[in-house]
């Protein structure tokens, strides 16, 4: 059981705008800034959005992350194919004093 | 380029141990804050603990499930991040991956090493 709270599953069609929550407590999003990740099978998890907000270099202005208080969201705009993967919200946490991670949401392009 | 290249995984015996490598280019190993990660099979993303430079210190944490049994150390002279994994069990079946950490996240990851307990 994670200690971050993600929905299971989420879909959308092409060119839909999803969100997917990530509801935690006061010892890790109500302090610390959180990421999302996209995971596709056999590949290396992708960092999409740190600091709540921010995206790396080379990651589309269609992802966009939200925080407020000890909830976060990530929204994907513009849907398209290749975005079905597993999502996951991850933020530090003082109680293990590690980093935690959301269950996973798995997004489906209908 | 930042290139994270996990090895050393492979099929041990429960109560067996490993030591799994990441070799580290195109990223400045010496001041990184390192981290490893796993995902069992049809489970989702699990921390297991990092070290951060030793300009920062050298120290260590670890996730409750492999505290006292898996060890993270480094060797900036070779760029290479370790995890040393011993007493392992079935449920340590993952593929493990080491991460790059800055900005407060896991900034960038290798593409796994798979891990597979067995007897």
């Known amino acids: 059981q994670s200690v971050l709270t993600q929905p299971p599953s989420a879909s959308g069609t092409p060119g839909q705008r999803v969100t997917i929550s990530c509801s935690g407590g006061?010892?890790?999003?109500?302090?610390?800034?959180v990421n999302w990740y996209q995971h596709l099978p056999g590949t290396a998890p992708k960092l999409l959005i740190y600091?709540?907000?921010q995206r790396p270099s080379g990651v589309p202005d269609r992802f966009s992350g939200s925080k407020s208080g000890t909830s976060a969201s990530l929204a994907i705009s513009g849907l398209q194919s290749e975005d079905e993967a597993d999502y996951y919200c991850?933020?530090?946490?003082?109680?293990?004093?590690?980093?935690?991670f959301g269950g996973g949401t798995k997004l489906t392009v209908l | 380029d930042v290139l994270l290249v996990e090895s050393g995984g492979g099929l041990v015996k429960p109560g067996g141990s490993l030591r799994l490598s990441c070799a580290v280019s195109?990223?400045?190993?010496?001041?990184?804050?390192m981290s490893w990660v796993r995902q069992a099979p049809g489970k989702g993303l699990e921390w297991l603990g990092r070290?951060?430079?030793?300009?920062?210190?050298?120290?260590?944490d670890y996730a409750a499930p492999v505290k006292g049994r898996f060890t993270i150390s480094r060797d900036d002279s070779k760029n290479t991040l370790y995890l040393e994994m011993n007493s392992l069990k079935t449920d340590d079946s993952a593929v493990y991956y080491c991460?790059?950490?800055?900005?407060?996240?896991?900034?960038?990851w290798g593409q796994g090493t798979l891990v597979t307990v067995s007897s």
């Open positions: 991460t790059a950490d800055q900005n407060w996240a896991n900034f960038f």
């Open positions: 195109g990223y400045a190993f010496r001041t990184a804050w």
């Open positions: 070290i951060i430079s030793n300009t920062d210190g050298g120290t260590t």
């Open positions: 006061s010892s890790n999003i109500g302090t610390y800034t």
């Open positions: 600091g709540d907000t």
């Open positions: 991850a933020v530090w946490d003082d109680r293990p004093n590690g980093w935690v």
